[in-house]
Protein backbone atom coordinates (compact mmCIF):
# COMPACT_ATOMS: atom_id res chain seq x y z
CA UNK A 1 0.00 0.00 0.00
CA UNK A 2 1.19 3.31 -0.04
CA UNK A 3 3.27 3.93 2.97
CA UNK A 4 3.90 7.72 3.19
CA UNK A 5 0.21 8.95 2.33
CA UNK A 6 -2.37 9.82 4.77
CA UNK A 7 -5.05 7.70 6.81
CA UNK A 8 -7.34 9.64 4.24
CA UNK A 9 -5.55 9.10 1.04
CA UNK A 10 -5.51 5.30 2.04
CA UNK A 11 -9.23 5.04 2.81
CA UNK A 12 -9.77 6.44 -0.64
CA UNK A 13 -7.02 3.77 -2.16
CA UNK A 14 -8.77 0.53 -0.42
CA UNK A 15 -12.21 2.35 -1.37
CA UNK A 16 -10.63 2.59 -5.35
CA UNK A 17 -9.97 -0.78 -5.38
CA UNK A 18 -13.06 -2.27 -3.66
CA UNK A 19 -14.88 -0.62 -6.20
CA UNK A 20 -12.89 -1.97 -9.17
CA UNK A 21 -12.61 -5.74 -8.30
CA UNK A 22 -16.76 -5.53 -7.90
CA UNK A 23 -17.06 -3.86 -11.09
CA UNK A 24 -14.44 -6.56 -12.36
CA UNK A 25 -16.72 -9.33 -10.65
CA UNK A 26 -20.29 -7.32 -12.41
CA UNK A 27 -18.55 -7.32 -15.54
CA UNK A 28 -16.94 -11.14 -15.32
CA UNK A 29 -20.84 -12.55 -14.46
CA UNK A 30 -22.34 -10.63 -17.37
CA UNK A 31 -19.68 -11.93 -19.87
CA UNK A 32 -20.44 -15.37 -18.13
CA UNK A 33 -24.44 -14.68 -18.92
CA UNK A 34 -23.74 -13.56 -22.14
CA UNK A 35 -21.59 -16.96 -23.72
CA UNK A 36 -24.08 -19.23 -21.47
CA UNK A 37 -26.86 -17.32 -23.91
CA UNK A 38 -24.98 -17.88 -27.02
CA UNK A 39 -24.11 -21.55 -26.17
CA UNK A 40 -27.47 -22.20 -24.85
CA UNK A 41 -29.82 -20.55 -26.71
CA UNK A 42 -33.51 -20.16 -25.17
CA UNK A 43 -36.96 -20.79 -26.70
CA UNK A 44 -37.46 -17.58 -27.16
CA UNK A 45 -35.47 -17.58 -29.96
CA UNK A 46 -36.43 -20.81 -31.33
CA UNK A 47 -40.05 -19.51 -31.20
CA UNK A 48 -39.24 -16.58 -33.05
CA UNK A 49 -40.48 -17.66 -36.64
CA UNK A 50 -44.67 -16.60 -36.88
CA UNK A 51 -46.46 -19.41 -37.22
CA UNK A 52 -48.43 -19.95 -40.09
CA UNK A 53 -52.11 -19.04 -40.07
CA UNK A 54 -54.37 -21.16 -41.56
CA UNK A 55 -56.95 -19.40 -43.86
CA UNK A 56 -60.09 -21.71 -42.93
CA UNK A 57 -59.81 -20.75 -39.02
CA UNK A 58 -63.07 -19.63 -37.72
CA UNK A 59 -63.44 -16.10 -36.52
CA UNK A 60 -65.68 -15.61 -34.11
CA UNK A 61 -67.78 -12.56 -33.34
CA UNK A 62 -70.16 -11.97 -30.64
CA UNK A 63 -73.93 -11.49 -30.92
CA UNK A 64 -74.81 -8.04 -30.59
CA UNK A 65 -76.87 -7.22 -27.75
CA UNK A 66 -80.26 -6.32 -28.00
CA UNK A 67 -81.46 -6.12 -24.88
CA UNK A 68 -79.82 -5.57 -21.42
CA UNK A 69 -82.52 -6.05 -19.11
CA UNK A 70 -80.93 -10.04 -18.67
CA UNK A 71 -77.49 -8.80 -18.30
CA UNK A 72 -79.24 -6.14 -15.49
CA UNK A 73 -80.90 -8.99 -13.59
CA UNK A 74 -78.10 -11.37 -13.59
CA UNK A 75 -75.87 -8.41 -11.99
CA UNK A 76 -78.44 -7.86 -9.59
CA UNK A 77 -79.27 -11.94 -8.82
CA UNK A 78 -75.47 -12.03 -7.92
CA UNK A 79 -75.21 -8.83 -5.73
CA UNK A 80 -78.46 -10.31 -3.73
CA UNK A 81 -76.58 -13.15 -3.31
CA UNK A 82 -73.37 -11.53 -2.01
CA UNK A 83 -75.19 -9.34 0.22
CA UNK A 84 -77.16 -12.06 1.87
CA UNK A 85 -73.95 -13.85 1.74
CA UNK A 86 -71.90 -11.01 3.88
CA UNK A 87 -75.51 -10.27 6.19
CA UNK A 88 -75.20 -14.68 7.52
CA UNK A 89 -71.94 -14.16 8.38
CA UNK A 90 -70.23 -14.15 11.45
CA UNK A 91 -70.18 -10.93 14.01
CA UNK A 92 -65.81 -10.91 14.45
CA UNK A 93 -65.40 -11.58 18.15
CA UNK A 94 -65.19 -7.91 20.13
CA UNK A 95 -61.58 -7.36 21.83
CA UNK A 96 -61.64 -5.64 25.12
CA UNK A 97 -58.32 -3.76 25.86
CA UNK A 98 -57.79 -4.45 29.66
CA UNK A 99 -55.34 -1.72 30.08
CA UNK A 100 -52.56 0.55 27.90
CA UNK A 101 -50.51 1.31 31.12
CA UNK A 102 -47.61 -0.32 33.20
CA UNK A 103 -46.30 -2.27 30.14
CA UNK A 104 -43.13 -3.01 32.21
CA UNK A 105 -45.13 -4.84 34.76
CA UNK A 106 -46.58 -6.82 31.89
CA UNK A 107 -43.19 -7.81 30.50
CA UNK A 108 -42.30 -8.52 34.25
CA UNK A 109 -44.88 -10.93 35.12
CA UNK A 110 -45.01 -12.49 31.97
CA UNK A 111 -41.23 -13.70 32.36
CA UNK A 112 -42.26 -14.56 36.33
CA UNK A 113 -44.86 -17.26 34.75
CA UNK A 114 -41.97 -18.69 32.37
Known sequence: ???????????????????????????????????????????EEAEAAPAPVRASAPIIVPA???DDKDLAAAIAAALALRLQETEQAPAPAPVRVLSVQDENRLWTALGKLQ
Open 1 to 43: MLESSSTFVQGLYVMLMGMLVVFAALALVMLAIMALNKLFPGK
Open 64 to 66: PVE
